[in-house]
């Protein structure tokens, strides 16, 4: 399980900066678009979008496709790009579940971002 550290941060949020002209974060009424709408497209990766600090200047978080990331405490999540090939499961106020390729821009407190067991899904 992955935890959040600086350094780590700090290199996300370099790479992230680099890569921010590749999107446009454009709100549909659901909250739900595809992910060639979000700044945050990087193949093999669910990107989670947070407040940006010092450490991490563009406030992604990237976990790599088939692991989980663990928050150290609730956070609010703005918004939430899936560039792998599994479904992931977000705990926040309930469970959301983020299909392969699928954008959410909607602020959730979310505690851990998982990989969907395949035979129960995300509401087990």
């Keep these: ?3 959040h550290n ?3 941060a700090a ?5 992230m900066t680099a ?10 009424a659901a909250g739900i678009q595809s992910a060639s709408s979000s ?4 193949t093999g990766y669910v990107c ?3 407040e940006p600090t010092e450490a991490n200047p563009s406030g992604n978080v990237l976990i790599p ?3 989980s990331y663990t928050f150290d405490s609730p956070t609010e999540v703005t918004s939430i790009t899936n560039e792998t090939s599994l479904m992931y499961c977000v705990s926040a106020e309930s469970r959301i579940a983020v299909a392969p390729g699928e954008y959410i821009e909607e602020t959730h407190t979310v505690t ?3 990989v969907a067991v395949e035979s129960s899904g995300c509401f087990a």
């Design 39 to 42: 700044n945050c497209i990087i």
């Design 11 to 15: 290199l996300v949020g370099a790479t």
């Design 48 to 50: 989670v979008t947070v």
């Design 112 to 114: 851990k971002v998982a």
């Design 6 to 8: 600086a350094l780590r």
């Design 65 to 67: 496709q088939g692991t």
């Design 1 to 3: 399980m992955l935890r």
């Design 19 to 28: 890569l921010a002209a590749f999107g446009t974060g454009a709100a549909s």
